[in-house]
């Protein structure tokens, strides 16, 4: 069975920083693509950030120079490091895998 469990959401002040991470377990970690997503209330989800299997990465443009993704194969842990966070932030973030998705983990970001 193929879990997705993120952590690190929380309340911060605008200009703050997050690390969220996500575990996964039940899957081949290192050769999948791994992507966060977020969705804000009343809006869609969307892809924030992705890194594919060899490490390159790509990002949303409203995210790009303050948030990082990352993964430890070994940990099969995915990470993504929130800088310069912003009011706009503000979303329930989700790690995916594949097909496969975690149950999300709130972030919100005060002004």
Request: charged content about 15%.
């Amino acid at each position: 069975q193929v879990q997705l469990v993120e952590s690190g959401g929380g309340l911060v002040q605008a200009g703050g920083s997050l690390r969220l991470s996500c575990t996964a377990s039940g899957i081949i970690f290192r050769f999948n693509d791994l992507r966060w997503h977020r969705q804000a209330p009343g809006k869609q989800r969307e892809l924030v950030a992705a890194i594919i299997s060899g490490g390159s990465t790509n990002y949303v443009d409203s995210v790009k120079g303050r948030f990082t993704i990352s993964r430890d194969n070994a940990k099969n842990t995915v990470y993504l490091q929130m800088n310069s966070l912003k009011p706009e932030d503000t979303a329930v973030y989700y790690c995916a895998a594949s097909h496969y998705w975690g149950q999300g983990t709130q972030v919100t970001v005060s002004s």
